[in-house]
């Protein structure tokens, strides 16, 4: 079921709110909650039932690894037990996702190196695995840290399977989560929580049916029709999936929190415009801001940070961001995109410890423009793909030929991104007629376009996360 689609609106949300709520004014609180977490299964499980067992087994392994670490706490048992323990959930929870999401690469790699001829499993992705498991390693390495603790199963399995962030994140710390359910006044239906969070779903959904939609029309004509492009439609090309992502992703983000403040839950913000950053490390601390902070929370401090001189330093950056590419997908681009970023990092570093400064116009040019050019890996299929669009990119005597209406269309979401995003926008505190009538407008010119991409395409489409 996705966020963009009638029955999501229209069926799905409705019951789920009223039903929830009603329980909760009966007194009935364990009983909507687990209500909630049954929703929540059932919005899983829309995709392909054949999923639901695996997240049922992996939240059921981890609640029991998360009460042993509690336990062995509780009575003094000695360190090792503990970091056994931690090391075995921790592997449990990798050996799943290598197993769906990496096992045909293996393979691939396998037959390539040693010339064998080994069959592909062709395992279908679990929907979420990637976000889910990252999500429960969090929690398993915050329970070794005495820093979490959940003896009750059915609050675990909603920590885990609140149906707003449970497919692409943002990726969630109990701490952030669990305490906002069991306060009382969030038991109550607040209705300026409900008009702010259709206010912002309203947002994301626009970003995501309406621009980020329009955009994949063009990036999958470039990426994967075209066999060569011009200076001008590599170009197009490549900002297209690079506003593409963002506003397919972002327009999710906002859903996300948008739904749970209408259940009056505070989702964490997730991205800050991130294609206004000036330096590489800003864009990280804008981007995909949940992930950016397990990524330095659960690998990078752990690796050693930057407390151990500047050469282990810059090993741990380059391996942080590895890892978060091939956590993107299993594809030696994804490798190649997580590897250019942790190389900008060091060189950001390097930089900045020289004294170095650029004007911030040309920092920005910078930037954005390496962050664009990175996209064409994330994005391509194969690599023959990612070089068609860079050669296109870099080939000046190539026919200069762009539809005017494609290159007015780029310049005015260039400059949309320079406009204040969702977050800065509730800020603002609009008066209440003008906020309904944003809602209502973006809501109408959205719906609208739903049904003309049903009607063109047959189907809606999912969001680019989904994949990961």
């Known amino acids: 079921m996705l966020f963009n689609s009638y029955e999501f609106i229209f069926l799905f949300l409705p019951i789920t709110f009223f039903i929830y709520f009603y329980l909760n004014h009966k007194r009935f609180t364990e009983a909507s909650k687990a209500f909630l977490v049954f929703s929540s299964l059932f919005f899983y499980s ?13 939240m059921l392994v981890n609640y029991v690894l998360g009460n042993a670490l509690a336990a062995s706490i509780s009575t003094n048992k000695n360190r090792f037990s503990q970091k056994a323990i931690l090391t075995f959930g921790i592997v449990v929870n990798l050996s799943l996702l290598g197993y769906f999401k990496y096992s045909d690469f293996f393979i691939e790699n396998f037959n390539t190196i040693f010339n064998t001829n080994a069959d592909l499993l062709q395992l279908a992705l679990p929907l979420a695995i990637s976000f889910f498991t990252f999500q429960q390693i969090s929690y398993l390495v915050d329970s070794y840290r005495q820093e979490t603790k959940e003896y009750d199963f059915l609050n675990y399995a909603l ?58 029309i063009w990036a999958t004509e470039g990426f994967d029709v075209a066999t060569t492009l011009t200076f001008f439609e590599a170009w197009v090309t490549s900002l297209s999936y690079t506003f593409q992502l963002y506003f397919d992703f972002s327009g999710y983000t906002d859903m996300a929190i948008g739904l749970g403040l209408i259940f009056n839950i505070k989702l964490p913000i997730n991205f800050n415009s991130p294609y206004k950053a000036q ?15 397990f990524l330095k929370d659960y690998i990078y401090i752990p690796l050693g940070g930057n407390r151990k001189g500047e050469f282990k330093t810059y090993s741990n950056l380059m391996t942080t961001f590895i890892l978060g590419g091939i956590w993107h997908g299993a594809g030696w681009t994804f490798v190649f995109w997580g590897f250019l970023h942790g190389l900008a990092l060091v060189v950001h570093r390097i930089w900045s410890h020289l004294g170095f400064k650029l004007w911030s116009w040309l920092a920005w040019f910078i930037t954005f423009n390496f962050i664009n050019i990175g996209w064409v890996f994330f994005r391509a299929k194969e690599w023959d793909d990612a070089i068609k669009v860079l050669n296109g990119m870099f080939n000046f005597d190539s026919n200069l030929d762009i539809n005017i209406l494609q ?58 996360y989904f994949n990961f």
């Open 46 to 58: 829309w995709w392909n039932i054949a999923y639901l067992p695996i997240i049922l087994t992996s």
């Open 407 to 464: 290159l007015s269309y780029i310049s005015i979401f260039l400059t949309i991104i320079f406009l204040k995003n969702s977050n800065e926008i509730i800020k603002l505190q609009l008066h209440k007629s003008i906020t309904l009538f944003i809602t209502a407008f973006l809501a109408i010119v959205s719906l609208l376009q739903m049904t003309n991409i049903i009607i063109q395409a047959d189907k809606l489409s999912e969001f680019l």
């Open 159 to 216: 920590f885990v399977t609140f149906f707003p962030q449970l497919i692409a994140g943002p990726i969630v710390h109990h701490k952030e989560m669990m305490p906002q359910f069991a306060k009382t006044r969030n038991k109550i239906i607040n209705y300026k929580n409900i008009a702010m969070g259709l206010f912002i779903f309203s947002i994301g959904l626009f970003k995501k049916v309406v621009i980020a939609d329009t955009f994949a």
């Open 279 to 293: 330096n590489i490390q800003d864009f990280w601390r804008r981007w995909h801001i949940t992930l950016s902070r």
